[in-house]
């Protein structure tokens, strides 16, 4: 599904792009979403977004080991950055988009992320 979005819109680039990419975590379909995300990952590898997403995501899928491994790499990349600071970066104050972020953070508080 987010794959099809991305392709139609072509002119989509950096965190936009991969932010579509996590439509599936937002919908509540967390395995389709971490697969999303792992494309993100392998094509930025330096996306410091994509790390967190997939932490979320494995967590609310119940995959712990790999939810902490993607939380220490956000982690190298962006040392001493919580949840508070994740919400000031949302890419809209749109309140339907920011209740659906609610679902990433609850993903990266099972995780351990701090606020």
Excluded: Q, T, W
Excluded at 60 to 88: C, D, N, Q, Y
């Amino acid at each position: 599904m987010a794959d099809e979005i991305v392709l139609r819109g072509g002119c989509l680039c950096g965190n936009l792009r991969h932010e579509v990419r996590a439509v599936p975590l937002y919908l509540g379909d967390y395995e389709e979403a971490v697969r999303h995300i792992k494309l993100c990952c392998v094509e930025m590898p330096h996306l410091a977004f994509a790390r967190y997403v997939l932490a979320s995501a494995c967590a609310l899928a119940g995959r712990m080991e790999e939810a902490r491994a993607a939380l220490e790499e956000f982690r190298e990349m962006r040392p001493g950055v919580g949840i508070a600071a994740l919400r000031r970066e949302a890419l809209s104050e749109h309140p339907k988009y920011l209740l659906l972020r609610e679902r990433l953070y609850e993903g990266l508080r099972l995780v351990g992320m701090e606020d």
